[in-house]
């Protein structure tokens, strides 16, 4: 039997720090999706519904959402040759719900990787545990010719 799933409804209430994981993985597969039940991540180290979007659009998913819940608007193509840089905002879910996609396609690098420490400090050492092959670099910030008088 071939069981083909278009559309996924969920409601993480109970397990909103799972969300922005699924909703990469989700994406990943190019899934449809609506999910509720997200309110509290609007109250975390950052808020993470606000991030999600600004980041996953880098990746060309576009999505809306509300205080408690985010849909997928469309999928679209983008240019897999330039380089992406995900910003964290200094969420250490933001860097471990981005990894599977990173793993994906070697131009999308996460900016301040390092926040995992918070909440995984073996994450890093976990995932080469596993065979990942992992590459770590600096994402340097843009020298700014500001002229002073």
């Known amino acids: 039997m071939n069981i083909k799933i278009r559309n996924i409804y969920l409601n993480l209430n109970k397990y909103p720090d799972l969300a922005q994981t699924i909703i990469i993985t989700l994406c990943i597969l190019k899934k449809k999706f609506y999910i509720e039940g997200l309110e509290t991540l609007n109250i975390k180290e950052t808020n993470r519904l606000v991030a999600l979007k600004k980041e996953l ?3 060309g998913v576009i999505v809306e959402i509300n205080f ?9 193509k983008i240019n897999l040759k330039k380089i992406i840089k995900i910003n964290t905002y200094n969420d250490h879910r933001m860097v471990m719900s981005f990894i599977p996609i990173c793993l994906l396609y070697k131009n999308i690098y996460i900016k301040n990787y390092n926040v995992v420490k918070k909440s995984y400090p073996f994450f890093w050492k976990d995932l ?3 065979n990942f092959i992992l590459k770590f670099y600096e994402c340097k910030k843009k020298k ?3 002229k002073t008088n």
């Open 57 to 59: 659009k880098k990746i």
């Open 68 to 76: 408690f819940s985010i849909r997928l608007i469309k999928y679209y």
């Open 144 to 146: 700014t010719n500001k």
């Open 128 to 130: 080469k545990k596993c």
